[in-house]
């Protein structure tokens, strides 16, 4: 246990020390913002021309601008973040060599690992908070201008913000298990952009053609993701049926998590370094 301790300690002082996390928080919270905000404003404005194009305008309007829909763009786009930085801090290990003396100093490779996953998972966590900063004050914000209650009052959305920082946890978990089955830094930065930002969004959209693909295209992180927090934009497109509940979701995320990481414990974790 004392070893495991001083592990989680050192992981978080990795990570503090540099200045990788930060700057991915502030482009995060700027990223998340701008678009919570621009989507707010612009679906807003739908019913201005509802008058002419009927009430199917007006439902669609209303509909896009519920505030949990804004809100959970702090998870829908803004999960790259956590995950890039977990990754990023374990393929680090590898490209610098200071897996080396981190061995020396704990020889207990497991403890290493794990003291990472649970470090980057509260990193994780508090890029969830920036996050819904940025969607719940700016998306919010932008919905109470344009004259639409922000609804920061139920007791729903609290628990969507509770939902989506515990998302962004795990893909921080994620991504250390990722970093460790791929510890070439640019090769895991590719992954991650190519996967998160193209593959998995056609995947989900093209799983909604049918309903065998569709069951099954709800185990995709991403659609795991929407199901733990709530619907995103992505899951609107996509048009998916029979969505996993939001625990349901949360195992998914939790499990590829584990399966990652023991699978990068088993690879490249155990082998001889130099």
């Known amino acids: ?52 194009s009927g009430a199917g305008a007006q439902a669609t309007s209303e509909m896009l601008t519920q505030p ?9 786009i803004g999960y ?10 374990t393929t680090g290990e590898f490209r610098h060599q200071s897996l080396t003396p981190t061995f020396l100093a704990n020889p207990n490779r497991g403890h290493v690992l794990v003291g990472k996953v649970l470090a980057l998972t509260g990193v994780g966590a508090l890029y969830g908070v920036i996050a819904l900063a940025a969607s719940v004050g700016l998306g919010g914000g932008a919905l109470a201008i344009s004259g639409i209650d922000p609804m920061l009052a139920d007791p729903d959305t609290w628990a969507l913000i509770g939902r ?3 998302a962004m ?23 991650v952009l190519a996967f998160t930002q193209f593959v998995e969004p056609l995947l989900r959209l093209a799983s909604s053609f049918s309903e065998v693909t569709a069951s099954i295209g709800r185990f995709l992180p991403g659609a795991a993701t929407d199901a733990l927090v709530g619907p995103s934009f992505y899951s609107l497109m996509s048009a998916q049926q029979d969505a996993l509940t939001w625990w349901q979701g949360g195992l998914v995320l939790l499990c590829i998590g584990v399966v990652v990481a023991l699978i990068g414990y088993a690879t490249t974790w155990r082998r001889d370094v130099t």
């Open 1 to 52: 246990m004392t070893s495991l301790l001083a592990a989680i300690r050192s992981e978080f002082l990795k990570v503090f020390t540099t200045r990788v996390w930060w700057g991915l928080a502030l482009i995060l919270f700027v990223y998340v913002g701008f678009a919570a905000a621009g989507a707010a404003l612009l679906f807003a404005n739908i019913p201005g021309a509802a008058e002419s």
């Open 169 to 191: 946890a795990l893909w921080g978990a994620i991504g250390v298990g990722l970093g460790a089955v791929l510890p070439s830094q640019v090769g895991a930065i590719i992954v």
């Open 164 to 166: 989506a920082v515990l």
């Open 68 to 76: 949990g829909l804004i809100y959970g763009f702090a998870t829908s």
């Open 80 to 89: 790259v973040f956590p995950v890039l930085l977990g990754a990023l801090a």
